[in-house]
């Protein structure tokens, strides 16, 4: 790395990975999260709960974004690790778990187990791991319908949660829900700013070339996988502490990876702001169309379609080709210090 | 015992048919179609409104529904398959699974949320059976379904080995590029198979109509179903389909003996055992759905 830079520098070109933009949006991120830290001291219970909604829409967005944006693999399945969040909560929790650090024990236990499912599901390729995971999703869903506590496809609840009052679980689980949101999406820019977001470029580019000049293709695909199925755990098992209620059929859906895929493809797809983009939307979406059931998610399976043939770079992809936007300072830019033509003053590498 | 043997045997047949659309449309397209399920159960409700306003007779729906079908699949290719096809290795696999979604929803707008079957329109068929001796009974219908498969089968091997249209299928599932240099439009030969895919998808949807009820949310496991005995059945010909088709069916039958969602366990479960034996034993670049043409050699590591 260092000879390179030395070489460029010789030439008068610089890296930058900071732009002006990316340092004030910091800034402006810095005080939004203290503001939102603080929310439960002002924002009505309603406000909180929306917000904590929210929260895991982002997260999961993101996380299904991590491994379909970065790492190119499109999964149907990564419910599983929702129901399995939750579930494990539950398991945890009846165990005589305080909830909240059941939960994040939770968290941590489907981590564990993601490995050695990670290790076996990315031999698939393509709409084969597409497909493989759904497979995955729905043996563990019946798996875990099997257990006499979950007592069926009925299931059971989050009973330990009683021992809070209204008013102080809600704030709990929404700094609960901040703070997985801010430490998961924490990881996933370290990892992506780091030499291990090089190397997923490259394998998102072309694996077989990336495989070719030195890339632990598997190791980096491992690494999202991992980190996928954690924030999709986490997103379940928050879930489940702001519902309360946990039935297999609805954790382990499908209907979870239509969202997130819908979230990411409008929002952008191997962005890093774009799933945030999305999410905002399909909270708005669902907001005000809801209501109308099989209708919006019609409307939701039509607009994804469409993005996906017609705008797959989504809202945040075409902002970012018109507009030298980076907020979030993930990638490289050149700067040409003796250059002074006019010509490229600026060149962005990614 | 023998008696879930056979039956998850002939069980296989249905699978099979259900198979053969998916694997054929991979084989040549290369595209994993996530909406296959929702297609099929789509043709079931599509034969459910003909017999109720055209005509009363399940195969002349069925022989009416699958001109429709074909179009529609020709369609489908044109308006969606292909052009997700230019996007990148990503964008058929979020466009089917955004079709499938649509699918579902449509139908479930159209028809309710009701159980629907055709069992009621096949008289005797649907419950008659025949003794082979012992406490064996095979059902009628049964056998009716994996001679349709091996029927199915032969006529498409059939068409891919000795017709001009089959030819230019295998030509062009082995490189499109090359074929378009030699005066065959390949966007034709993939819209020509995406209609035999549709035809082939048809006889699932007549099969899952007659065997047991549907809802218009069955896409998502016919569809795994599906995706399982092509991948159980493995490398090879389209007869792996059968193959496949009987492994999954025999899982089940044996399953369903052990524990009321045994049935569905123990598909999933050998699905993933034979994954899980193949990573072991090394075999695959591509697990699952490598689907060589007959008599075509495709070059070592060339298909993905």
Known sequence: MSTSHNALAREGISIQRWTPQAAVFTLVLGLLLVVLACGPLFFPPEVIDRLTTLFVYILLASMWNALAGYGGLVSIGQQAFLGLGAYTLIRLSNAGLNVYVALVVAVLLVELVSIPLGKLMLKLRGGEFAIGMWVLAELLRLLVTLDPIIQGSTGTSLIAMNAYAPGARRALTYWMALALLVVLMGTLFLLLRGRIGASLQAIRDDDTAAASIGVNVFKSKQVLFILSAVGCAAGGALWLAASITFQPGSYFSPQWTAYMLFMVIVGGLGTFEGPIVGAILFFIAETYFGATGVEYLIGLGVLAIGFALFFPRGIWGALEQRHPLRLIPIGYQLRFARLKTGIGPKDQVE | ?304
Request: aromatic letters at 8%.
């Open chain 2, 1 to 304: 015992m023998l008696n879930q043997i056979v039956q998850g045997i002939l069980l296989g047949g249905y699978y099979a048919i259900l198979a053969s659309g998916l694997s054929f449309l991979f084989g040549v397209m290369r595209i994993v179609n996530l909406a296959h399920g929702s297609l099929a159960v789509l043709a079931a409700y599509l034969i459910l409104t003909l017999i109720n306003h055209v005509t009363s007779s399940v195969v002349l729906a069925l022989v009416l529904a699958m001109p429709v079908l074909a179009i529609g699949g020709w369609l489908l290719n044109r308006l969606l398959l292909q052009r997700s096809m230019r996007g990148g290795a990503l964008v058929p696999i979020l466009a089917t699974f955004g079709l499938s979604i649509v699918i579902d929803n449509l139908l479930f707008e159209r028809f309710g949320a009701d159980t629907q079957s055709l069992a009621s329109n096949i008289g005797a068929l649907s419950y008659s059976s025949w003794n082979v001796g012992g406490n064996v009974y095979i059902s009628q219908l049964d056998v009716l379904t994996f001679t349709t498969a091996i029927v199915v089968l032969g006529v498409l091997q059939g068409i891919l080995s000795y017709t001009g249209l089959g030819r230019a299928i295998r030509a062009t599932a082995d490189d499109p590029a090359t074929v378009d240099l030699i005066g065959i439009d390949s966007r034709a030969v993939y819209s020509a198979a995406s209609a035999i895919a549709m035809v082939l998808i048809a006889f699932a949807g007549v099969f899952l109509a007659m065997r047991a009820t549907f809802t218009p949310y069955a896409g998502s496991s016919q569809l795994l179903f599906a995706f399982e005995t092509v991948v159980i059945g493995g490398v090879g010909s389209l007869w792996g389909t059968l193959l496949g088709g009987i492994v999954l069916g025999l899982a089940q039958s044996i399953g369903a003996q052990i524990n009321p969602i045994g049935f569905q366990i123990a598909g999933h479960a050998v699905f993933l055992v034979i994954l899980i034996a193949r990573v072991y034993a090394g075999e695959f670049k591509s697990l699952g759905i490598r689907w060589s043409m007959p008599r075509s050699e495709r070059p070592k590591g060339v298909s993905a």
